[in-house]
Structures are given as structure tokens and as C-alpha cells.
């Protein structure tokens, strides 16, 4: 059984731009630079051409993976989602019950969560506190510098 990678369309359309830039501009770069490197000479210490198989090999690294994270994508339109349960694709407001600083974050597939963007992943810990729970609940969620509460302010689906 193909286990299925959840993610909003926003986050498949991103990696499909990151595939066809890998495929499309890296990969010819990367093949120049090792035909560059290769017309230097001995290849037993040419440190050009061994960085450049290098970098392609990540490069057809993180392709394999794209193709394969994009196969296996269940795309839900966070769009039509409703309700005041939080679930996949919920935008939460929080307020920390300590400092009273107020936090939005929308709950993503682990592939396209990104913290300096307020997305973060379904499986990380503050996302599996929320999953569930209602506007005007209260949270505790046991972060690496202890346990801290929050008051869901919002749920909102965007």
C-alpha cells in the first residue's frame, strides 16, 4: 500500500516548480560543469569535476524525491474545508496564555511546512495538540523548553 502525502494544491505547486527548475535549468548546468571539469585533464584529482558529480548527484537525489513526493500527493483544497474543528489545512490563531503574544499558523503536509512562513507540519507537536480541538480551548503543548498553554483565538480555513 502507497502511503499518501497530504498537502495543500499551494504546497504541490511548489514542489512541481522546484522539479521542473532541478530538471530543466540545474541538471544542464550541473552536465556543463562536469564536461567543463572533464576537459581539464586527469580526473583522479581534479577537484572541479569531482564537486560537480557531486552536485549531481544531489540534484537527481532531490528529484527522485520530488517525483516520488508528488506521485504519492493527496492534494485537499483547504478551500473547501469548513467548520470550527481543527484539521488539515486549518489557519489557527493562538495566544499565549504566559506572554499573551498572539501566533497564526496554518497546519500543512510535513513536505511544504515551513515555521518563518506560519506553516508547520501535521506532525509536529503543536500541530497534534490542536487537531481536534475547538475555538476557545486552551492547549498544552509540551515544547524542548517545557510545557506551554495556548487559547485557540481563531480557526480559519484560507
Known amino acids: 500500500m502507497v502511503e499518501k502525502v497530504?498537502?495543500?494544491?499551494?504546497?504541490?505547486?511548489?514542489?512541481?516548480?522546484?522539479?521542473?527548475?532541478?530538471?530543466?535549468?540545474?541538471?544542464?548546468?550541473?552536465?556543463?560543469?562536469?564536461?567543463?571539469?572533464?576537459?581539464?585533464?586527469?580526473?583522479?584529482?581534479?577537484?572541479?569535476?569531482?564537486?560537480?558529480?557531486?552536485?549531481?548527484?544531489?540534484?537527481?537525489?532531490?528529484?527522485?524525491?520530488?517525483?516520488?513526493?508528488?506521485?504519492?500527493?493527496?492534494?485537499?483544497?483547504?478551500?473547501?474545508l469548513s467548520g470550527d474543528t481543527i484539521k488539515f489545512g486549518a489557519t489557527v490563531t493562538l495566544i499565549d496564555e504566559d506572554t499573551e503574544k498572539k501566533a497564526v499558523w496554518q497546519i500543512v503536509g510535513e513536505v511544504e511546512a515551513d515555521a518563518k512562513k506560519g506553516k508547520i507540519s501535521i506532525t509536529s507537536p503543536l500541530a497534534r495538540a490542536l487537531i481536534g480541538k475547538k475555538m476557545g480551548t486552551t492547549v498544552e503543548v509540551m515544547a524542548p523548553g517545557g510545557a506551554k498553554s495556548y487559547e485557540i483565538a481563531k480557526v480559519e480555513w484560507r
Open 6 to 80: 497530504p498537502m495543500t494544491s499551494g504546497g504541490y505547486a511548489a514542489l512541481e516548480t522546484e522539479l521542473k527548475k532541478r530538471q530543466s535549468v540545474d541538471r544542464p548546468r550541473i552536465i556543463e560543469h562536469i564536461a567543463e571539469a572533464r576537459s581539464h585533464g586527469d580526473l583522479s584529482e581534479n577537484a572541479e569535476y569531482h564537486a560537480a558529480k557531486e552536485e549531481q548527484s544531489h540534484n537527481e537525489g532531490r528529484i527522485a524525491e520530488l517525483e516520488d513526493k508528488l506521485a504519492r500527493a493527496d492534494i485537499i483544497d483547504v478551500t473547501k
